[in-house]
């Protein structure tokens, strides 16, 4: 009897040591070279993820990915700070993907402030590299000629998350870039937001939804809303 319950007993710890854990909370690391990444909640290696390449503003304060992302999404993402443009930006993708299981057509850039305007610009100049693009309060750059590839950039989503201003010049820019996409038959949403904090619950809120959306394949067209 006794025999028979140390070979079940054994045969129990066996279990327990081959069986690799679970991630049950996310972390953050920074293993490619001082670039912050987000592992989300109970990440399983063999579901391809989107990735989500994160620019930040310069100019202001100390960027916290490990205190946006949950706001956003704990499950549904990978994601990485790449600080600078374009050659950063192909740094991080290329570090995570030798690390952890990212879908190679759903690479998503997602900026704020200044971050965001270098977004569009990286995108729109490499346009068969990403899934599309987010803006948090980045314009686009207009006058650049970033619609030079104008078919490929016709099938990248955009949104532009902004804060509501009454500033002549800002509403001026804003007509003048929805006038552009129209023009170009190229994809932008528009979120219009009140008061005058940045990467709000809402906000981060919408551009899960948004991004769900896109990659589930039921949104489309330019369209704008205020919230």
Known sequence: ?????????????????????????????????????????????????????????????????????????????????????????????????????????????????????EAFRVACRDPDAFAGVVSLGGPFPLDEGLFARVQAVRRLPMLYCCRSAAATTAAAHTDRTLRLFHAAGAMLAMRIYKGTGELSKAMLGDVNRWLMEETCGTAAGLRTHVA
Do not use: K
């Not at 690799?20 to 293993?31: F, K, N």
């Not at 001082?34 to 390449?53: K, N, R």
């Not at 990915?65 to 600080?83: E, I, W, Y």
């Open 1 to 117: 009897m006794r025999e028979r319950q140390s070979r079940r007993s054994a045969r129990s710890e066996r279990g327990r040591v081959n069986r690799a854990p679970a991630t049950t909370r996310p972390a953050i690391g920074d293993w490619t070279s001082g670039m912050s990444v987000f592992v989300p909640q109970a990440y399983e290696a063999g579901y391809d993820y989107p990735l989500l390449v994160w620019l930040s503003d310069p100019t202001s304060a100390g960027f916290d990915l490990g205190r946006v992302m949950p706001r956003l999404s704990l499950r549904n993402f990978v994601a990485v700070h790449a600080v600078g443009g374009g050659a950063a930006v192909c740094r991080a993708v290329d570090r995570v993907r030798e690390r952890l299981s990212i879908h190679p057509r759903r690479v998503w850039l997602v900026g704020h402030g200044a971050g965001g305007t």
